[in-house]
């Protein structure tokens, strides 16, 4: 999966953790100074097998936090989750787990955290816990978990918090079905991003704009707002939110019986979704493809019949 190591260096790691100057013999008592030695070895000792998974790569990091967190060493642990990893993504460990498909650890991570840290803390891995429970289906679960990071991002002015939190219930309203609230965060979202002048927030509300017109049959105005999403991701450079555009023309045009053009992005999309290993994704891609297969080839051998009739 990997032609290099998604790792930071080591030195950059004790960096950002600020271990580089830890005096690890003065730590008392001498169980609190095994965790920290224990730390150090996992983040410089530790060697990837040879064609090792996604997770084996990072174990050395998710081992580390759990030494931290074994200390209460909470801070140092939380800095643990929020490393950017060198993948297709450039994401932190705790969003690239879920681009992987590790849901099940991310929610355990998340879980011994969260409440125990600052409120910025809590709202960006409540927005992460979303996100879980949205690709795991459990979408009233997500709602409660955007909720919560909302209010945490509103009461410590937090606006990259929470213009995440808007966009993320804009988009888990709509899958529930629930259009007024869907279109009241994403108005929100869309208000708060122009102000700002943030480019890919804008991309993102396009975007929500765009299912929650497929959600209500208007396939022609989801077309041009996945479309205008596509355009921002492609200038921004933005694959993961290029991915989500291409899945979203594949679903419109699909609607719209035009279903080689809808096997086109399908398969776009899939591409990306490989090149960057997301998990979830690769599974809706094939998915969306197969139908649109089917649905092809049943309007190829209708026009066929016509022309033989």
């Not at 991310?106 to 879980?111: A, D, F, K, M, V």
């Not at 606006?159 to 079905?177: R, Y």
């Not at 094939?286 to 649109?292: E, I, S, W």
Request: hydrophobic letters at 40%; a neutral charge; one cysteine or more.
């Amino acid at each position: 999966m990997f032609s290099k190591s998604p790792l930071p260096t080591q030195d950059a790691l004790r960096a950002e953790l600020d271990l580089l100057n830890l005096s690890i013999r003065s730590i008392q008592p001498p169980r609190r100074r095994t965790h920290y030695q224990a730390v150090l070895n996992w983040l410089t000792r530790y060697q990837v097998p040879s064609e090792a998974s996604a997770l084996q790569q990072v174990r050395g990091l998710l081992e580390s936090f759990q030494h931290l967190y074994a200390v209460e060493d909470l801070r140092r642990a939380s800095q643990i989750l929020t490393i950017r990893l060198h993948t297709e993504t450039n994401d932190e460990l705790h969003n690239q787990l879920h681009t992987w498909g590790y849901c099940q650890a991310q929610i355990e991570l998340y879980n011994k955290l969260l409440g125990r840290l600052d409120a910025q803390c809590d709202s960006i891995f409540l927005n992460g816990l979303g996100l879980v429970h949205r690709s795991l289906g459990n979408y009233e679960a997500a709602r409660l978990a955007y909720e919560r990071s909302l209010a945490l991002a509103m009461q410590t002015q937090d606006t990259e918090g929470g213009k995440t939190a808007l966009c993320n219930l804009g988009e888990i309203h709509c899958l529930s079905q629930d259009y007024p609230k869907a279109i009241d965060y994403t108005q929100q979202a869309f208000h708060l991003a122009q102000r700002l002048n943030d480019v890919s927030t804008l991309g993102t509300v396009l975007g929500n704009l765009g299912l929650i017109y497929q959600s209500m049959g208007d396939y022609r105005n989801a077309v041009e707002c996945h479309q205008r999403y596509l355009q921002i991701s492609q200038r921004l450079n933005d694959c993961v939110a290029a991915m989500n555009a291409l899945i979203g023309l594949g679903i419109a045009h699909h609607e719209l019986g035009q279903y080689s053009e809808a096997i086109n992005f399908h398969q776009q999309s899939l591409k990306i979704a490989l090149d960057i290993g997301d998990r979830f994704s690769q599974g809706t891609a094939l998915g969306n493809l197969a139908v649109a297969y089917q649905f092809w080839l049943s309007q190829k051998g209708l026009l066929n019949m016509r022309k033989n009739i």
